[in-house]
């Protein structure tokens, strides 16, 4: 993991008073800036203006540093680090995903998370949810910490139309064609990025879920009232979340059971996490009816003791 503090003060320190501006230019939204959803704590146009009359002229490296700031000035309010337990996260990330509807991600418990990654090319990775308030639009934002410092945190964004797996499809296709253009001019990352956003996806997917085995609550941060108008204060410290810390023992003690267990025991099945999936239904009638949907999270089959897992609620955010 990098020093993620530190990333914060070199941001502020290459552009003096962005945190202050983020404040100023999120209390004209609804007035100057039409409303966006509370799910997105700063949509990236909003940023590129913010950059455009702040810090002219907009080269290609401010362009790339306001997508920086709208993922960096998110986390910063909770500075939420996400550690997956590793049997978990294995699972995880091997697991395709189906048709869901894209609006799971709205369950994200932070308007933007870091999540640790188990792998050699990145060190973790930023997420967030992008709403365009100029067309609707909506998109996964991710920033990649490749390397040390502000220019090794890599952007990417993918919109979120149709089915999740229709996006991540369009999104994989998108770069097998660029890779095909650049060839080897293109950054290593760009590739090992086409190739592991679906596992990615899967993380955020389970932090997302009803019942995802965390170490605590977390909250985002109520706005407080000051003589310069609304403010959200950033965490003074960061906060690791364990994910997985009770699931992924109870995983790694079913696997290692083998063959020869599962015939004395009397099991059928080996002990596996089911896929993921939605449940959805209506309720109401008339025009009071609407269409509920629930994220149902990745199921234990034939693991010990599932009851002794506490479900983690959360209220789903309103829009």
Request: glycine content about 6%; overall charge neutral; hydrophobic content about 40%.
């Amino acid at each position: 993991m990098s020093n993620l503090p530190a990333l914060l003060t070199e941001f502020s320190s290459k552009y003096p008073r962005c945190w202050r501006l983020v404040d100023e230019i999120r209390a004209l939204r609804g007035s100057k800036y039409r409303n966006w959803p509370e799910y997105s704590f700063l949509p990236f146009a909003v940023c590129h203006d913010l950059f455009a009359s702040a810090y002219s002229p907009l080269d290609g490296d401010k362009l790339v540093d306001a997508a920086r700031l709208a993922t960096l000035s998110a986390w910063r309010l909770t500075q939420g680090i996400y550690r997956f337990d590793s049997t978990l996260y294995a699972e995880l990330f091997d697991m395709s995903i189906g048709p869901l509807p894209p609006q799971v991600l709205h369950r994200l418990p932070e308007w933007c998370i870091y999540i640790e990654l188990n792998e050699t090319w990145a060190r973790g990775v930023f997420v967030h949810i992008e709403h365009n308030y100029r067309d609707g639009h909506e998109e996964l934002r991710v920033l990649f910490d490749v390397s040390d410092g502000v220019c090794g945190l890599y952007p990417l964004g993918f919109e979120l139309t149709g089915s999740l797996h229709d996006a991540l499809e369009k999104n994989r296709l998108w770069h097998e064609k660029q890779l095909k253009k650049d060839g080897n001019e293109r950054d290593p990352n760009f590739s090992n990025i086409a190739k592991q956003l679906t596992g990615i996806v899967s993380l955020v997917l389970y932090i997302c879920s009803v019942n995802a085995d965390l170490s605590g609550q977390p909250v985002k941060p109520a706005a407080t009232r000051t003589k310069r108008g609304v403010r959200l204060f950033p965490a003074t410290r960061m906060k690791v979340w364990e994910v997985g810390y009770r699931i992924g023992p109870m995983l790694a003690r079913s696997a290692e059971r083998g063959p020869q267990d599962e015939a004395t025991s009397g099991l059928s099945v080996r002990p596996h996490v089911r896929r993921a999936h939605w449940h959805h239904y209506w309720t109401g009638s008339g025009q009071n009816r609407e269409l509920i949907l629930k994220w149902l999270s990745p199921i234990l089959v034939n693991v010990e003791d599932p009851e002794q897992l506490a479900a983690t609620i959360r209220p789903i955010p309103s829009a």
